[in-house]
Each structure stands twice: as structure tokens, then as C-alpha cells.
């Protein structure tokens, strides 16, 4: 017999960077253990070539920074709404479809998810942003109704979907014994997302909210954002980036940008690549930086640098300094990162998440001083200059931290007992 006191339905947080599933159950936590113990899965696929078998989460990332040979793919989320979702990739001599892999994954979520509950879940509410594909309603509808698509091919029956930043606020909203007009700002690893929700404890008991959603808005930046310009500010001029050749030109960048990009990063493993290196580290006018670059790529070591620029970043919101590690292909050295080198290489993508929280307020009508609470949640919403500049942006808000990696999926399984029961 099942327990009726228990939600009908589970929320899925699919993200760029970290998943989670959510399900109501009382006096129990509501985020589901997927991996290790821990609510959250990191979206990390890794093909090990030596065992021939595929991992996930954190087993994936770890099989691939202990070195054995394989493809590693994170930041799935960034294929919906692109012409991606449809193309095809060689892994270990075989071909894979992409929406394939992302039903792959998302399977595993759903299946660790039903282990840990001990139930099959048939509902579900998916979050998703509030624009997949910035400025574009049809490649956004398109890829709303993909991950549809996917959710139903792996077994859920009904499907529906929720504003990952409203999710947020219905999970705040369960701690609340008064009114307030809370601004959400959900910065995650493909995009930066906000609502405006009037929530209290009365609204909380209503099955339709839509009313109480006063603005919608967002902009497709997110922390792989933040890492790609502080991995072309700090570690890739390292490797020749912004260097010149001794004929006076500029050495080519394009290896750069998409060595500091996490889904491109493979391409630089080519053979048409390798020869063009070597060609121009003939006439490198620093040729101890080709030395290094020659070497990552040897080493298929781009994947671990963008890892380790992940984590300089990471460790520069709560340091003045960190280090970045280049031993994996450079060995016995490393270079000593600044919070003001991540501020400046982050000043562009900054000033386009406060440009969008203007855009927010505008919409809902309302002036700076009719938010009370900015809640703050998304693991990149813990860069400081973010979070100063959009706290700046609201001076008489209080703010408030969620559980950055844990708000949205707990809000969704708030909605999805709402929605099912």
C-alpha cells in the first residue's frame, strides 16, 4: 500500500552543472540522496575508454581527473534549445545522439531517485529557465517540449513545468509567517534567472499562483560564463592566448575560446589541430607557452584545467587568492589567482545580470524599494560582485541565502504535491 501522506509527485531539477530531485515526504528531508549520500548529481557523463563502461556525477569527474582515457561531457543542459540536440558525437568508436545521452542521463536521476524513495515516480514537475535560448520564443518553445519529450521517453506519465526561480520562492515561502515581495535570483551554471513573487503563508495553500508572479525575466549567463572568462583572463595567455608570432601577427585564438568552453574543449584534440600548433610554435615569439599548450593537448588535460579554473573560482568567493595548479601538463607549476582578476574578467557578464534585474523591476511596476526580500539562490550566486551589485541594485532589501544547490528542486517538489496531489 502506498503512503498517502507522501507526494504523489517528485520535481527534477535538471541543471547545467548540478541535478536534483525533490519529493514531499513528512518529517523527512525533501531532497532524494543521488549520489554518495548527497541530494546533489553533478551533470557529468564520463565514457571510460580502459573499462569500457559509463559513469556519472562524481564518479564520472573523478575516473576522468585520475587519468584514464575517455570523453567527459558536462553542461548537458546547454544542448536544449540548440541545433546540437540533433547532431551526433564519436565516443570509443561508436556513435552517440545527444538527445540520446541527455535521456541517458536524465533516466539515471529518475531511476536513483526511485531507489533512494523506494517507489516509481509517474509525475513529475521539471524545472526549467525562465529562457532557454535568449530572444528566441521558438527555439525556447522547442526546447521546453524536448526535455518533454525526454521526461515521457524515460517513463514519466505527466509532465509539467516550472519557472526554476519560482520554484525557489515556493520552497522560501515555507519558512515565512508574513507577507513579503521577494525578488529571486537564481544564478546557475548556464543562466542567470529572476522572478518577482508576492508569497506569504495564506497564498501558500492556493493550487494556482500565477497571480502572484508579478515578473518573469532572465539572461543565458551562468557560472560556465564566469568560468570561460576568468579561464581567458588567468590560465589560457599561459598557453600562448593574446600572444604574437615572430612575424609580428597575432597568434590565433579560436583554440583558446574553445579550450576555455567546456562543450568545445574536445575539438582541441584533433589531428588538424595538433599539426596547426606545432606549425605555429615554430615562430611563437614565447615558445615556453606553446611548450605548455602542446602539452595539454598531448595529455587530453583540457577538461582538468577548465576543472581547476572551476575551482580557483569557486575558492574566490570566500579568498583574496587561489591557486591554479598546471602540473597536469606543466609539472611543478602553478600561478596564484586574485579576486580582483576574477572581478575584471567578470565586469562584462556582471553588468548584463544588473542590465536584466532592472528589466524585472521595470516589468512588475514596481521601484527598488517595493522588494523586500532578495533570496538568493544558484551556486554561482556566490560570486561576490555579483551578489554586491545586485544587492546595490535593491539598498533597502534584506537578502537572504537558500541552499544554493538545493532551493529549486526542494520548491519543486513543493509544487509538484500542489499540482498532483
Not at 574536445?266 to 610554435?281: C, G, H, K, M, P
Request: hydrophobic letters at 40%; charged letters at 20%; a negative charge.
Amino acid at each position: 500500500m502506498p503512503n498517502t501522506s507522501h507526494a504523489r509527485a517528485c520535481g527534477i531539477d535538471f541543471g547545467t552543472s548540478n541535478s536534483t530531485v525533490g519529493w514531499l515526504r513528512p518529517g523527512q528531508a525533501t531532497l532524494l540522496a543521488l549520489e554518495d549520500g548527497k541530494p546533489t548529481l553533478p551533470s557529468v557523463v564520463f565514457f571510460n575508454a580502459e573499462e569500457n563502461s559509463v559513469s556519472f556525477g562524481r564518479a564520472g569527474l573523478r575516473e576522468y581527473l585520475d587519468g584514464y582515457e575517455g570523453r567527459l561531457m558536462r553542461s548537458l543542459k546547454s544542448l536544449l534549445g540548440s541545433s546540437l540536440i540533433d547532431g551526433r558525437t564519436e565516443v570509443q568508436g561508436s556513435v552517440v545522439v545527444f538527445r540520446d545521452l541527455l535521456t541517458r542521463f536524465i533516466a539515471t536521476i529518475k531511476s536513483r531517485a526511485e531507489a533512494q524513495g523506494g517507489r516509481a515516480f509517474e509525475q513529475a514537475v521539471l524545472g526549467r529557465p525562465v529562457f532557454f535560448v535568449d530572444n528566441n520564443a521558438a527555439a525556447d518553445r522547442v526546447a521546453e517540449e524536448t526535455l518533454g519529450d525526454i521526461a515521457r521517453a524515460v517513463g514519466l506519465k505527466e509532465v509539467s513545468f516550472q519557472y526554476e526561480p519560482i520554484a525557489a520562492a515556493f520552497q522560501y515561502e515555507t519558512s515565512l509567517a508574513h507577507e513579503e515581495v521577494v525578488l529571486v535570483a537564481d544564478i546557475g551554471g548556464g543562466t542567470s534567472d529572476f522572478s518577482i513573487v508576492r508569497l506569504s503563508p495564506a497564498r501558500a495553500k492556493v493550487t494556482e499562483r500565477w497571480s502572484d508572479v508579478l515578473a518573469n525575466g532572465g539572461v543565458h549567463i551562468g557560472g560556465t560564463d564566469f568560468d570561460k572568462q576568468l579561464s581567458l583572463a588567468t590560465a589560457m595567455p599561459l598557453l600562448g592566448f593574446r600572444s604574437r608570432l615572430t612575424s609580428g601577427r597575432d597568434v590565433p585564438n579560436g583554440i583558446y575560446y574553445d579550450l576555455a568552453t567546456w562543450h568545445t574543449i574536445n575539438s582541441a584534440y584533433s589531428r588538424q589541430v595538433w599539426t596547426d600548433q606545432q606549425r605555429l610554435a615554430v615562430d611563437a615569439m614565447e615558445p615556453e607557452c606553446f611548450t605548455r599548450l602542446l602539452a595539454l593537448i598531448r595529455e587530453r588535460a583540457g577538461h582538468w584545467l577548465a576543472h581547476q579554473v572551476e575551482q580557483a573560482k569557486i575558492a574566490l568567493s570566500n579568498h583574496d587568492s587561489a591557486n591554479l595548479p598546471l602540473d597536469r601538463f606543466a609539472p611543478g607549476e602553478q600561478k596564484t589567482l586574485t579576486r580582483i582578476e576574477l572581478e575584471l574578467a567578470s565586469e562584462m557578464l556582471v553588468k548584463k545580470v544588473e542590465i536584466a534585474v532592472s528589466q524585472i523591476l521595470r516589468d512588475a511596476g514596481l521601484p527598488a524599494g517595493g522588494i523586500d526580500t532578495v533570496f538568493f539562490t544558484g551556486g554561482s550566486s556566490g560570486i561576490p560582485l555579483l551578489r554586491r551589485r545586485i544587492a546595490a541594485l535593491l539598498p533597502q532589501a534584506r537578502v537572504v541565502e537558500g541552499d544554493l544547490f538545493g532551493s529549486i528542486g526542494a520548491g519543486l517538489a513543493v509544487d509538484a504535491a500542489r499540482r498532483y496531489g
